[in-house]
């Protein structure tokens, strides 16, 4: 059987008020596309955030493992490194630094390599057709003035660009009209099409997922997985919500 690409292994988190999280067992492959739900406050985004490395959360107990070598003390910018991505549910405004020198410097970093310019444009300009943004904001600075539909293209950008293994993306469709769901859901097919990517789609909204095959589906109440099954259990949570579950 192959090893899984991330294994989480009795995780406990938490932050001074206290622990967010419990006894957190995950596996995800290789390619396969997972979907996070749960009530609000269940700590999904809590999970996103401690699988990244943000140093807000605190690991308490258990493991997390990132391709065969344990990760659980390793902070964001090396997990990134390693492969790992994280979008944001509310991206940041960085002023003086444009989409485009942001992107050319993560890859930079990402593969300790430099960046062949004419290629890196051509792709660019591509990934953003693909996501009908205006050409004009890879000069922009990073998110300055963006609209939130906007800001949800550019982290979709970065994951196209970055290409990394696995992607952790946190409410991308939040806050939405359902043309840009739809050219969000399409960048996010073409990563788990053409790149074979890992992704853990942490969500309350079921629109996203409507053009992509979804492997798993897990159930967080309480900072508890209370529950993993199949891509039918979304169907079955937009029919009667998570009351069973709670």
Do not use: W
């Amino acid at each position: 059987m192959a090893q899984p690409l991330l294994q989480v292994t009795d995780l406990s988190a938490s932050i001074e008020e206290g622990e967010l999280l419990h006894d957190i067992d995950l596996k995800v492959g290789a390619g396969e596309t997972h979907v996070l739900m749960g009530p609000n406050g269940a700590g999904k985004s809590t999970l996103g955030y401690t699988l990244m490395g943000s140093p807000v959360y605190h690991v308490t107990k258990g493991k997390i493992c990132f391709d065969g070598e344990d990760i659980t003390g390793l902070s964001a910018d090396k997990r990134a490194r390693m492969g790992m991505f994280l979008s944001f549910q509310n991206p940041l405004e960085v002023p003086g630094l444009s989409l485009e020198a942001f992107l050319r410097n993560a890859i930079r970093q990402q593969t300790g390599k430099p960046i062949k310019l004419f290629a890196f444009q051509k792709e660019l300009e591509e990934k953003m057709k693909l996501l009908n943004m205006d050409l004009s904001y890879a000069d922009r600075d990073l998110n300055v003035g963006f609209s939130g539909g906007e800001k949800k293209k550019a982290e979709i950008l970065q994951l196209l660009m970055l290409s990394p293994k696995l992607a952790i993306l946190d409410e991308t469709d939040s806050g939405l009209d359902v043309d840009a769901v739809r050219t969000v859901s399409a960048g996010i097919e073409e990563y788990q099409k053409k790149m074979d990517g890992a992704l853990l789609i942490i969500t309350h909204s079921t629109r996203i997922l409507e053009a992509l095959k979804v492997d798993y589906t897990h159930i967080l109440v309480k900072g508890r997985l209370v529950y993993t099954g199949d891509a039918s259990v979304v169907d079955e949570i937009n029919r009667n919500g998570f009351e069973r579950y709670i």
